[in-house]
Structures are given as C-alpha cells and as structure tokens.
C-alpha cells in the first residue's frame, strides 16, 4: 500500500526550530513533486513549500527566509526545515507528493500538529 507518513511535529516556543519529515513507503518507482500545506484552527488550508524531483523549490512568502524544504530522493523523504517559528504557524501541517506506483497519483499524509507557544 502506497502513503505518506509525516513526523516531527510538536510543541515548540517562539524562536525554536522544528524539522517535518515526509516519507512515502509500499511500492514505488518514483516520486514527483513534493509539497507542504498547513491549515490552521478555522482557516483553509494554504500553500507552504514545494520541491520537484530535480530540487527546485517555492516557498510560501509567508514563510520565505525561515522555511526549507528539501528532499532524498535515495530515501523516499522529504524535510520541511522550520526555523524561528511564530505562534501565527500553529497548525496542521500536511505533505502531498506524486506518487507512481502502478500510475502517476497525488497522496496525501496524515498530517502532523505544530504548535508554537508565545
């Protein structure tokens, strides 16, 4: 069975730093694109990082300067780096990738709490 498995999440304060890790496990041949979400206590979910196979990355202006996402293709994973965290990231953070196993499909995990204290 193809998934997504994030961890590292957790309850931080203000100033602390917290690395996400996302790794796909079952049958797979390849990942594509890899991408971060969060949403937050009765907001929508928004756009946080995204990196292609090839290491190009996107990072949400919200974030831009203090998150990384980054990737290892040998071990199936991506990392979302998250430094001087802001009580304003509190939230579920989620990471969607493209996955082919039998096809070229989008997964998502199940999602890992932040929290950061002020």
């Known amino acids: 069975q193809v998934q997504l498995v994030e961890s590292g999440g957790g309850l931080v304060q203000a100033g602390e730093s917290l690395r996400l890790s996302c790794a796909a496990s079952?049958?797979?041949?390849?990942?594509?694109?890899m991408a971060w979400y969060r949403q937050a206590p009765g907001k929508q979910r928004e756009f946080v990082a995204s990196i292609t196979r090839l290491g190009s990355t996107n990072v949400a202006d919200s974030v831009k300067g203090r998150f990384t996402i980054s990737r290892d293709n040998a071990k199936n994973t991506g990392y979302l780096q998250m430094n001087s965290l802001k009580p304003e990231d509190t939230a579920v953070y989620s990471c969607?990738?493209?996955?082919?196993?039998?096809?070229?499909?989008?997964?998502w995990g199940q999602g890992t709490q932040v929290t950061v204290s002020s």
């Open positions: 079952g049958s797979i041949f390849s990942i594509g694109a």
């Open positions: 969607n990738a493209e996955l082919y196993g039998t096809s070229w499909s989008r997964y």
